[in-house]
Structures are given as C-alpha cells and as structure tokens.
C-alpha cells in the first residue's frame, strides 16, 4: 500500500496514454520499478495512471519504445503548490506584510486613560509611567504587567492610595483612588470610658468626665472607667468623657521553633529565558542554556499577542531562573530557647497598639520536642484600656 503522504511531499502526477499497447506500457513501468497506482481504462486504446514526479522521465524514455502518446492530465502535491505560490508570491508577500503590520500595531500601546485623579496627580502620574517606558506607541509586551506598574505607582506617588490598571485592546486604563484630605472633626457626643479588657489600672489621665477608678484597683470588661455625667445632683450634664486609663493586662504566647532548618536564600544571579508558545507548546527565542544552579527559584510573566482587538492563542513568555542557595541553620538549645523569646516578643509586638508597652515576661513552660523548642511565655503589659461608650437616655 502506498505511503500518500510521501506521494504528497515528493509529488505525483497523472498521466494519460493513449494508442495500442497501454497494458504493455503499464507493465513495462513495472518491470523498471516506476510505480504505478489507480490505474483506470476508459477505452480499448485509452487509460489513465499516477506514477511520482521523480519517474517522468524515465517514463518518457520507456514510452518511446512503445505506441503510445502520452500526456499529463494531472499535478498534486507540495512541489507543484509551491510552483502555484511562487507564481502569487505578490499576492502573498502583500497578504503577510498587511498581516505583520495589523499584528505589531496590535502590540503597541496607543491609549493611556487615568480616571479618578486630580490634574496634579494625574500630570504626576503620566511623568512616573514615562519613566517606566509606559507611552502611546511602545510596545506591550516590553512593558511590566499591571500587578508591578500598580505597586510602583503606588510607592512613587504619596497622593495615591489605590490605582487599578487594566488593559483594554490596545488602551491601558488606570483608575485612581486618591488619599482624602480629613474632614474637621464633628463634635463627640455625651459618652462613657469603660474598660475593653479585665486589667489593673496603672495610671489615668481623665481630660474630660468624672473618674470611677484608682491606681491599682482592678477592672473588669465593660466596668465604666470615666464618667460622662459631671455636676452636683440635680446640676448634671452630660459631657463626651475624653483620657486615658492604662491598666496592666496579661498575655500569653506559645512558639514552636526546629533546632535544625533548611531554606533558601537568593545569590542574586540570575539568568532569562525568552520564549513564544501557544498552549502547552513553547518555542524558545533566547536563552537556551540550562542554568548551571544546583538550586533555583523561577519567577514567569506570560503576555497574550494581540491582533486587532483580540487576545492570539499565541503569547510571549520571560523566565527568570535565579540561583537560590540552601542554607542549615541549626541551633543549640540555649540559643533556640533565646530566639523563641524574641519571637514571641515580636508577634505581641506587632499585635499590640503603637503606645503599649511589655512590662514583664515570664516562662512558664519550655521543653524539647521531636526536634523542636516548645516555650510558653506570660507577659505584663501596659496599655489603654478605654473606650468609648455613648450615653443612652435614662443613664
């Protein structure tokens, strides 16, 4: 059975014989290894016959020898398209250069729209994305993905609280959310100071009311602290309480940390890849060497091509590959025990408010684990513990 794909790429063609003697001159290709196939007769002196384009003239040699006149009736395959598409190449040439230009103008930026901002702000921020290569006719996929030019923008500008950018064909949009300037401050209404949490009262500064507790008594959740009714009975105001009541509060923590950990950090060599794929198939463009780092961290941006309106299948891949070395750091337990404390303390740090402070520490338990310090710690701090409670009639 005959390979058609190889009769495809090496051409065929049809022949027609006509005379005495077709069968003959059918078999005599055969005798000389000239392959013959579909092979039809539509008279007594008449038949037709396919033989690849690399047997004509051998063919041609073979049907001088006969009665036959031949003629060729019939072209297909790669050879003949490509004669057909040199004839055109005109046509074609014109079609891929209009094709290329629509594809490239596609990819370029032609319209910057920011809503949302000031004049001020908004000529502030046309000058930041010009340093950035952001500007009507660079191309898009040599710009930074919307996630970076949002947390540049957002740095570089103090006036910018939130910017979403977002891409739209061939427009980049930006929508500006700017910082509020603070509105005066609306009058307080008649309220109350109660505590937040149980505490001992360490210390009270009242501005306004009429305070309820001393130095070292203890306070209870909700228990009120300043008063917002002052006067002699039956000469009572109301008044918003305003101060600070800070009491001793307690907390508790539990840190859980390996004696032996095994993590990367980066070296700072890096190495890219550039690449044009479509689905799971990529073609690389640059950067085929295999990175040689023993340990890697990859960072991957993807940039869909456009044309006209329309994202392609096809998009533009960069790779970073950056060495990452693995670092052991071990400890022994007076040293894992002494960074459990400071970690506890930080974490309560980062949880209490600006003006507190960390008074006392206590261990109460710590312990080997599996490999592990487990340490349990009790702190004593110094906190406001007021806030505000409006009065409701009838207090």
């Not at 000239?34 to 039809?40: C, E, G, L, Q, T």
């Not at 105001?237 to 307690?250: D, H, I, L, M, Q």
């Not at 198939?281 to 340990?295: D, R």
Request: hydrophobic share 40%.
């Amino acid at each position: 059975m005959k390979n058609e794909w190889v009769d495809t790429l090496a051409g065929s063609v049809r022949v027609k014989a006509e005379g005495k003697g077709t069968e003959r001159l059918i078999n005599a290709c055969v005798r000389n290894g000239i392959a013959v196939w579909n092979v039809k007769k539509h008279s007594r002196d008449t038949a037709t016959f396919f033989i690849k384009l690399s047997d004509v003239k051998r063919l041609r040699h073979i049907a001088r020898q006969s009665e036959c006149k031949l003629s060729f009736v019939g072209r297909t395959g790669l050879p003949f398209f490509w004669r057909r598409a040199w004839r055109n190449s005109g046509f074609w040439l014109g079609l891929l250069v209009f094709i290329a230009i629509v594809f490239l103008l596609s990819n370029i930026v032609w319209n910057i729209d920011i809503e949302g901002a000031t004049p001020e702000t908004e000529h502030q921020m046309a000058r930041e994305l010009k340093r950035m290569g952001v500007e009507r006719g660079a191309f898009q996929f040599l710009l930074d993905d919307p996630e970076t030019l949002q947390k540049k923008l957002t740095e570089r500008i103090d006036d910018i609280t939130w910017v979403g950018v977002q891409w739209e064909g061939t427009s980049l949009h930006f929508r500006v959310v700017e910082k509020e300037i603070p509105e005066p401050k609306q009058p307080v209404p008649p309220r109350h100071l109660v505590a937040k949490k149980e505490a001992v009262v360490a210390d009270l500064f009242v501005e306004e009311g009429q305070p309820l507790v001393s130095v070292n008594d203890y306070v209870q959740k909700g228990q009120l602290l300043v008063s917002g009714i002052i006067g002699a009975e039956g000469r009572t105001k109301f008044v918003p309480a305003t101060g600070k009541v800070f009491g001793e509060t307690w907390y508790k923590s539990t840190v859980v940390l390996p004696l032996e950990t095994t993590f990367h950090v980066l070296t700072g060599k890096s190495i890219e890849r550039h690449s044009i794929g479509i689905g799971r198939f990529s073609l690389p463009v640059w950067g085929w060497k295999k990175p040689p780092f023993a340990h890697t961290v990859i960072e991957r941006e993807k940039r869909p091509f456009r044309f006209w309106k329309w994202d392609l299948p096809l998009y533009y891949e960069r790779v970073i590959v950056r060495e990452a070395e693995a670092v052991k750091r071990s400890y022994t337990w007076e040293e894992a025990f002494a960074e459990a404390k400071k970690i506890a303390r930080r974490e309560l740090r980062a949880k209490l408010p600006e003006e507190a402070a960390i008074r006392g520490e206590k261990v109460l338990h710590q312990r080997k684990e599996s490999g592990k310090v487990r340490v349990e710690l009790h702190y004593e701090v110094i906190e406001n513990i007021a806030v505000p409670q409006p009065i409701v009639q009838g207090d």
